[in-house]
C-alpha cells in the first residue's frame, strides 16, 4: 500500500474520505478489526459516520483494498497473512435427508463445495435489526423492542411481528447492503439454473430485489402468498374515534415470496440434462407451476411444534419447496433456517436439504421440530386451509398425507 492516510491529512468533505479514515484505522492497528472497531476509528478521524456508509466501502465499493478476514472482520489487503487452513462443516444435526448446522450462513457456506446447492429456499431476518441479539431477548420476555403484538379484536392472542416501518434510512441502506453480499456469497455455491425464492413483505421486497440482482441473479418474478395478515389497516394512533373511517395503511392480504435464478447454462433443455436446473415441477402433467397460491395463517397446533415468530405453514412450504428442483433432484438449502420448516418441508417431500442457523434457542427448537414438522398434516379442507386454488390447483391431497 503506497497512500497511508494520518488523521492530520483527512477532511471531512473530501472526496473518499470515508475510504482513506478506513485505511488509516486498518493500517494503524496492524491487525483485523470489526466493523464497530473500524467505525470507532473513523469518528477520531473524521466524525461520525454511518455503518452502512463503512460496510460500503468494505464490502462493494474497494474490494481491491480491503479483504474481509471473518464474518464482520476486515483487514487491509496488503498485510502479509498466515495462510488460513480451511476447516470443514461441524457435524450436523440429522434428520433423514436432511442436514441442520448450528452456525452463521457466511461462514458455513464458505465450507460449501461450489456448484453443489440446486435451490434455495429462505425466510430471511428481514430488517435484521428486528433479530439481533438484544431485540430477540426483548421478543422473549414479552416487553419492548421492534416487535409488537397486534390487536385483538376477538379474544384471540395475536403473535408478534416485527415493525419494519419504525426502519431508519441506515438500518434499510444495511438491509440493501447485507443481501447484496448475501446473494455474492451464494451465486457461487448454486449450480447453473438453480432457482432461489426469498420470503419478503410488500414493504422492503424491492430493497431485497435490487440487491440480489445486482448480485448476479435473475429476477424471475414473484409467488403471491394470498394470506391474510394482522399488518396494516390500523385507525391513526389515539385517533380511531376521530377518523373510524380511515385505515392508515392497507391490511395486507398478500406475501410475496421474490423468485430468482441463477443465470443458465445454454439452453432451458441444456441445463435441465446437465444440472437437474432451470425450471418449476408442475404439480401434475396438465397442471404449470402457478405464481399465486392460497394460503392461511400458520394455525396454533402447528405453531405449538415450532414455536418462532415467523414461522410459515407446512402447507403452503411443501408446495413452494417441491416446486423449487424441477425434476425433483438436487438439494434445497435454507441459510436461515429458524425452527426448521423449510427443512421439514423438504423431508416430507423427500428432498435432500441443509440448513444454516446461528440462533442457538431456534437451532434447538429446529432440532426438535423438524421431525414432527415433517409427519404434520396440514388442514385440507377449505373452511380450514384454502390452499387448493379451484381453478388452478396445485397438488392433489396426497402431498399433504
Known amino acids: 500500500m503506497n497512500f497511508s492516510p494520518t488523521p492530520s491529512t483527512l477532511s471531512q468533505h473530501a472526496p473518499g474520505n470515508v475510504r482513506d479514515a478506513i485505511i488509516a484505522a486498518l493500517s494503524q492497528a496492524h491487525e483485523p478489526l470489526s466493523v464497530q472497531e473500524i467505525q470507532s476509528r473513523v469518528f477520531q478521524f473524521i466524525g461520525d459516520t454511518p455503518q452502512s456508509s463503512i460496510r460500503s466501502y468494505l464490502q462493494l465499493k474497494t474490494p481491491e483494498i480491503f479483504a474481509r478476514e471473518d464474518r464482520g472482520v476486515y483487514r487491509l489487503k496488503s498485510f502479509s497473512q498466515k495462510p488460513v487452513r480451511e476447516t470443514p462443516l461441524p457435524e450436523p444435526s440429522v434428520f433423514g435427508r436432511t442436514k441442520l448446522y448450528l452456525g452463521d450462513c457466511f461462514d458455513l457456506g464458505k465450507k460449501l463445495p461450489d456448484t453443489s446447492i440446486h435451490a434455495i429456499v429462505t425466510d430471511p431476518p428481514y430488517g435484521l435489526h428486528e433479530y439481533a441479539e438484544e431485540q430477540q431477548e426483548k421478543l422473549r420476555k414479552g416487553k419492548g423492542g421492534v416487535w409488537r403484538k397486534p390487536p385483538s379484536f376477538d379474544g384471540h392472542e395475536r403473535s408478534p411481528l416485527p415493525r419494519f416501518t419504525v426502519l431508519t434510512t441506515t438500518q434499510l441502506k444495511e438491509l440493501e447492503d447485507f443481501f447484496l453480499e448475501w446473494g455474492r456469497a451464494f451465486l457461487s455455491k448454486l449450480v447453473p439454473g438453480a432457482n432461489v425464492l426469498v420470503a419478503s413483505n410488500?414493504?422492503?421486497?424491492?430493497?431485497?430485489?435490487?440487491?440480489?440482482?445486482?448480485?448476479?441473479?435473475?429476477?424471475?418474478?414473484?409467488?403471491?402468498?394470498?394470506?391474510?395478515?394482522?399488518?396494516?389497516?390500523?385507525?391513526?394512533?389515539?385517533a380511531h374515534v376521530e377518523f373510524e373511517n380511515v385505515s392508515v395503511m392497507p391490511r395486507s392480504m398478500w406475501e410475496p415470496w421474490l423468485v430468482f435464478r441463477k443465470p443458465l447454462e445454454g439452453r432451458a433443455q441444456d441445463n435441465l440434462r446437465k444440472w437437474k436446473t432451470g425450471g418449476f415441477r408442475r404439480p401434475s402433467p396438465n397442471v404449470p407451476f402457478g405464481d399465486v397460491i392460497s394460503s392461511a395463517p400458520t394455525r396454533s397446533t402447528e405453531r405449538a411444534l415450532a414455536p418462532h415468530p415467523s414461522l410459515k405453514p407446512q402447507a403452503f412450504l411443501r408446495q413452494i419447496v417441491r416446486g423449487a428442483l424441477p425434476l425433483g433432484e438436487g438439494v434445497i438449502l435454507d441459510p436461515f433456517a429458524g425452527a426448521g420448516s423449510t427443512l421439514a418441508a423438504a423431508e416430507a417431500i423427500g428432498y435432500e436439504s441443509i440448513g444454516f442457523e446461528k440462533d442457538t434457542i431456534y437451532y434447538e427448537i429446529a432440532r426438535n421440530a423438524i421431525p414432527k414438522l415433517a409427519r404434520f398434516s396440514p388442514a385440507k379442507s377449505n373452511s380450514e386451509l384454502n390452499t387448493i386454488d379451484p381453478v388452478f390447483p396445485q397438488f392433489s391431497d396426497t402431498l399433504f398425507m
Request: aromatic share 2%; with cysteine.
Open 202 to 238: 410488500p414493504l422492503l421486497s424491492y430493497i431485497c430485489a435490487k440487491a440480489l440482482v445486482d448480485a448476479g441473479l435473475e429476477r424471475r418474478g414473484e409467488i403471491i402468498r394470498l394470506v391474510t395478515t394482522m399488518r396494516g389497516g390500523d385507525r391513526p394512533k389515539s
